[in-house]
């Protein structure tokens, strides 16, 4: 993070503009003019942070040194949605739910749109790192416990109460048959594959294999609640300090779906099985659900005992990062590649061996 200025500017002070800065130092100025327009703050230094898949991220420094996180949105289109999204942030923050406040604009707006671009405005977590490096630890209770407050506030949200629905319907494998079966298609169709793009097949064609015992696996589950979730509860959203989980940032419009999926989707990412072992990672994993049902009592025994299973079928289901080479190309970087690896190495560990984490689960949970 860049330190504030000494001297008062009415701007940042830009790099000097080159062909590919042109665009960055346009996009900078912009938020400049938004920031004082819409929020009458004037910033001193506004840094461009990598991260951001639907979003354009800024950190900014405002003259009195005071730091603040800054949300572009690409596109007006569906501002409605990103509102609403900012909405359920703010509903569990004053739930007591470990979360980034947004800041209002002058005229009381979460979403600034009268500037130059649409933007949101944050408070700044100081001192945190995500969890996409895995936990470990302290942190797996600490989580826990974060996820269960954030649940049980979720659960009292006004838009609709948490209710039993069949846990076959966390993913429709028949779909997902298909989406295979067309990924398949587009790479053998390619006249050449690079590295990536032929393991991304050899990937593809191994889990598409595993669909029929992914379809015995949700025959075998219980029903399941579903309830409002955070809608994108993975290790990018979750910010960590030290050992305490700081906050979960980046919430998606309420939705129904599945905690039992939030569950497994954060304590079972690739990062967190591979740095850990598998021993380790259940009792991390278990660590994780005791924490949680403390948090929240009147969370489902059966949402947590079947979350593996629930994780896996998912998973399996998922396509993605196979997709990527045929659908988004321009994502695919090393980093995607090495998650890609890990991700596919993980759940197949998982999968192998689900019986008997289940058990070992089911009995700590007992």
């Known amino acids: 993070m860049s330190t504030p200025s000494q001297q008062p500017a009415a701007h940042p002070v830009a790099a000097p ?14 938020i400049a003019d938004t920031l004082v327009l819409a929020y009458g703050l004037h910033p001193a230094d506004i840094t461009r942070i990598p991260e951001g898949t639907a979003t354009d991220n800024y950190a900014v420094v405002d003259q009195s040194g005071w730091r603040h996180f800054a949300k572009v949105y690409r596109t007006r289109e569906h501002l409605d949605l990103e509102r609403a999204s900012v909405e359920l942030s703010e509903y569990c923050a004053d739930g007591g739910v470990a979360t980034a406040r947004a800041t209002r604009t002058r005229e009381h707006d979460l979403i600034a749109t009268r500037g130059p671009l649409a933007m949101s405005l944050w408070s700044y977590v100081p001192h945190t790192a995500t969890a996409e490096g895995g936990l470990r630890g302290a942190r797996w209770a600490a989580v826990g416990t974060a996820m269960g407050r954030l649940h049980r506030r979720l659960a009292a949200h006004r838009a609709a109460a948490p209710t039993l629905e069949p846990g076959a319907a966390v993913c429709d494998v028949a779909t997902a048959r298909d989406r295979y079966e067309d990924l398949i298609l587009a790479f ?13 097949l050899q990937a593809t064609r191994e889990r598409q294999a595993l669909l029929g015992g992914v379809e015995r696996i949700l025959a075998s589950l219980p029903p399941l609640t579903v309830q409002i979730l955070h809608g994108d509860l993975s290790g990018p959203n979750v910010l960590l300090k030290d050992d305490d989980a700081a906050a979960f940032v980046d919430f998606r419009p309420p939705t129904l779906w599945y905690p039992a999926w939030e569950i497994a989707r954060l304590g079972c990412d690739p990062s967190s099985v591979l740095a850990n ?9 278990t660590d994780l659900t005791l924490a949680y049902r403390d948090a929240n009592p009147k969370a489902s025994a059966n949402d947590l005992v079947y979350s593996l299973r629930v994780g896996c079928a998912a ?7 196979f997709s990527a080479p045929v659908k988004r190309p321009h994502i695919v970087d090393a980093a995607l590649e090495s998650y890609g690896r890990a991700r596919h190495e993980a759940d197949l560990m998982l999968l192998d ?9 089911r009995n700590t949970l007992r």
């Open 17 to 30: 503009a080159t062909p590919g800065r042109t665009a960055e130092r346009d996009q900078i100025m912009a």
């Open 188 to 200: 053998q169709s390619k006249p050449r594959l690079g590295e990536f793009e032929a393991w991304s």
């Open 277 to 285: 072992g598998v021993e380790r990672w259940l009792t991390g994993y």
């Open 315 to 321: 998973v399996l289901c998922s396509t993605f990062p």
């Open 353 to 361: 061996q689900l019986p008997v984490l289940e058990e070992a689960l």
